[in-house]
C-alpha cells in the first residue's frame, strides 16, 4: 500500500514565525505535490515537484516555498507565517509512469496562525 | 475558464437510501475525471476514475460514476448509503495524459441518518 505520511496532524504557530511542513512517502514516487484545502474552495495547488531539487509553482504559491532534496521527502515552507495561511495542508504523491497514474494524499496537517 | 462544479454543498441521506452527487465540469476537451472522498480527519482516497472506455465506471465501496459528454456532467451514485459513507466528496478533473494538473471542486459534504 502507498503511504503518505505528513509530520504533524495538528500545529499551532504564531504570525511571524518560519513553519515546516513535512511529507515523505514510501512508494519511490517521482511527483509530489502540496496542496492548500478551505472550505467552500475545495483543494487548491501551491507548488509540486517532478523530481528532486525540481519544483513548480501551482495556483497560490504566494507566501509559500518548497524543498525536495530527497526524493521521498518534499517539505513546505512557509517563511513568514501569517493568520491568512491557516488552513489545511494535504501533501500528495504520484509515480510518474503512466499517464494515468493517480495521486495518493496524506492525512493533512491543519496548521492554526495566531 | 476551466473549472468544476458541485452544487450540492450538503446532502442529508437515510440509510439505505440512493444517493448521488453531482459534478459538472467546464473545461476545452475531455478530461480526465475523478471523484475522491475524504473522511474525518484523514486524506482523500480515491473511489474511481474516468479516462475513457465505457462511460459508466466502477469504483470502491460500491461507488460508480457515470460520465455524460453531452451534459458535461460525471455524478456519483450508489444504490444503497451506510453510515460509514458520511464524507466529504470531491469531484476532480485533469488534462488528459497529465494528472499533475487536477482542479477540485468545492466538495459536498454527505450525512448519513440512521
Known amino acids: ?114 | 475558464a476551466q473549472s468544476v462544479t458541485q452544487p450540492d454543498i450538503h446532502i442529508t441521506v437515510s440509510e439505505g437510501a440512493s444517493l448521488e452527487l453531482r459534478c459538472n465540469y467546464s473545461y476545452g476537451a475531455t478530461p480526465y475525471l475523478f471523484w475522491y472522498v475524504q473522511s474525518p480527519g484523514q486524506g482523500l482516497q480515491l473511489l474511481l476514475k474516468y479516462f475513457s472506455g465505457d462511460t459508466l465506471v466502477q469504483g470502491i465501496k460500491g461507488f460508480e460514476a457515470e460520465f455524460k459528454r453531452s451534459q458535461s456532467s460525471f455524478n456519483l451514485r450508489k444504490p444503497s448509503v451506510h453510515w460509514s459513507d458520511a464524507a466529504e466528496y470531491f469531484c476532480a478533473v485533469g488534462p488528459r495524459y497529465n494528472t499533475d494538473k487536477l482542479i477540485f471542486g468545492t466538495g459536498t459534504r454527505l450525512q448519513v441518518f440512521p
Open chain 1, 1 to 114: 500500500d502507498v503511504k503518505v505520511t505528513q509530520s504533524s496532524r495538528y500545529l499551532v504557530k504564531r504570525t511571524g514565525e518560519k513553519v515546516f511542513l513535512e511529507c515523505v512517502q514510501d512508494m519511490d514516487h517521482e511527483n509530489m505535490f502540496w496542496y492548500r484545502q478551505d472550505p467552500g474552495l475545495g483543494l487548491r495547488l501551491i507548488y509540486f515537484s517532478y523530481d528532486v531539487k525540481m519544483k513548480e509553482k501551482g495556483d497560490i504559491p504566494e507566501g509559500y516555498s518548497v524543498s525536495r532534496e530527497k526524493k521521498e521527502r518534499f517539505s513546505l515552507i512557509l517563511e513568514s507565517a501569517s493568520t491568512n495561511q491557516t488552513s489545511m495542508y494535504l501533501c500528495a504523491s504520484r509515480p510518474n509512469l503512466h499517464s494515468t497514474d493517480t495521486q495518493y494524499f496524506g492525512p493533512g496537517t491543519r496548521l492554526t496562525v495566531l
